[in-house]
């Protein structure tokens, strides 16, 4: 017997479509990475930069991608672009992720 609660999920399509949207948005090895760099946390795009290691311009689309599909928000602070994770219920998946995938304990912050 399939549990109700899979039923209401199932019943709720705009759920469905904002989990597949963030799903694809991070399905890249390179997004995966900078929202586990960020977590729980507001991070300059420099920050993110020398923590991935490859170019801005390149960093620059990927947060792009992850901003359009709603995954992350911005905050402009003089010259200084700081992104974090946009949704609860994405930052959750990405502290289960990294829990699972890299070992991370969860932060006080993130439980």
């Keep these: 017997m399939i549990n109700q609660d899979i039923f209401e999920l199932i019943d709720k399509h705009e759920h469905i479509e904002t989990a597949a949207r963030a799903l694809k948005a991070i399905a890249h090895p390179l997004r995966l990475k900078i929202l586990c760099i960020l977590g729980s946390e507001e991070v300059c795009v420099q ?20 901003r359009d599909k709603g995954v992350l928000q911005t905050r ?15 930052l959750q998946l990405i502290v289960l992720m990294r829990e699972v995938f890299c070992g991370v304990a969860p932060t006080q912050s993130n439980k």
Excluded: C, F, M, P
């Design 47 to 66: 920050d993110i930069v020398e923590a991935v290691g490859t170019s801005q311009s390149n960093i620059s689309q990927h947060l792009a991608i992850l």
């Design 76 to 90: 402009k602070d003089a010259n200084r672009v700081y992104y974090r994770v946009g949704d609860q219920r994405t």
